[in-house]
């Protein structure tokens, strides 16, 4: 079967696309997101839809970036597709939040997608975005999963559709292979760009892809193919088990006084899915699902046939302890936390160098229209992110900046009313930022704090 006919089949029985949909394409530049943009481009002739194109650089590869941008930007414009370039500072990320590249990377994608939708003013439901991983990602995933541990869900890998809060992500070429997407561009005589980094080995998956894999279609030419339709089944499994957990979560959890009730009755469950239904409890709890693995949902199994008083910590500030046979999850008291002292002048703009330092800001002092507030977060706050007015709750900023929830309450926030001026010892809002407008400045420094810091 001819690519085309695979992934617009695939694309239809997961219904990905419907008419008028509003798809952004994520394009690196690369081999598998060209093919996708080509093809989209195609299918657009059979469902009417709305596609543009994002290209992230990531600061990371100099002038190759800057190469893989320009040739990104000349294909979309040769082909008529809106092209969106969004650059963002992946290694500094990388190294302020303590991530890897990959991540920070992953983080810095995920912000651009939503911008863009922000943007653009579409509503999360109308929105998808479009990725270009394949068969061959898919199994990458799937081993690199394995090897670090998993359960069903890991072992679904990369999933066809996957829905979150603010967009849906479609991925068309998961039915299709590394060597199909290549052939189909070589035999249309559409030219890619090359990542060096796809050739540094110590990149865990860069190892699995060369090294791995290969020994592996040694042994079974179509073991990249196998990984992918066992992802499939697990997918299902994984699908089945999270219905019948959120069925006995219903049954068995409880909100009081903010804190997670867990009925010692669900002891009487089968063990797997008493796991299922406690990792649920400690993702609500913890407001995620990052840090929480098999041990953590392990110690608290155990906690439920414990006597009581017997109490666990666990990661996000969360403790668990039994009480009278039942499990009470909830969060550890948080220490009285002190705000920094900030100290304030104003003056005139002349165009002096505005100092780039962690701990001294400078403000549009006119676009100040209320009084200040020097405080702790608050419901409903948030801050500007882009010079478009772009806005994103603290939280969600909070979130992607990685900012353990322990400490999300202890920073000490500049504010006018629900608008933060400054997260101190983070960044700043867009909007009050200095012009060739501006006429005063606000200067804000925290006290105590050397000048040149």
Known sequence: MKIEEKVFSYIEEYRMIETGSQVLLGISGGADSVCLLFLLKEYGQRRKFFLRGIHVNHGIRGEEARRDQEFTRKLCEKLEIPLTVSSWPVPEMAA????????????????????????????????????????????????????????????????????????????????????????????????????????????????????????????????????????????????????????????????????????????????????????????????????????HVESVKKLLSGNTGIQISLPYRLQARQVYGDLVIGREKEEESEKASLEFRIFPYEKQQIPEKTYTKWFDYDKIKNSLEVRFRLPGDYITINARGGRKKLKDYFIDCKIPRRERDRITLLAEGPHILWAVGLRISEYYKITSQTKRVLEVHVKGVKEDE
Not at 98 to 112: D, P
Not at 168 to 173: D, G, M, N
Not at 198 to 216: C, F, K, V
Request: with cysteine.
């Open 96 to 295: 302020a939040q303590k991530l890897s590249l990959e991540e920070a990377g992953r983080i810095a994608r995920r912000r651009a997608f939503e911008e863009e939708r922000k943007a653009l003013g579409i509503r999360p439901e109308d929105f998808c975005v479009a990725l270009a991983h394949h068969e061959n990602d898919q199994a990458e995933t799937v081993l690199h999963n394995l090897i670090r541990g998993t359960g069903a869900g890991g072992l679904a890998g990369i999933h066809p559709v996957q829905r979150e809060e603010n967009a849906v992500f479609i991925r068309p070429l998961l039915c299709v292979s590394r060597e199909e997407i290549r052939r189909y561009l070589r035999e249309k005589r559409i030219s890619w760009m090359e990542d060096s980094t796809n050739q540094d080995l110590s990149y865990t998956r860069n190892r699995i892809r060369q090294i791995l894999i290969p020994q592996m279609e040694q042994i079974n030419p179509q073991a990249v193919t196998h990984i992918g339709a066992t992802a499939g089944y697990m997918e299902k499994i994984e699908e089945y088990l999270e219905e019948q957990a959120d069925k006995l979560y219903g049954r068995y959890v409880e909100i009081k006084n903010g804190e997670y009730v867990v009925r010692g009755a669900l002891s009487r469950e089968k063990e797997i899915m008493q796991e299922y239904v406690l990792r649920k409890v400690l993702t609500a709890a913890g407001e995620s699902r990052k840090d929480i693995s098999r041990i």
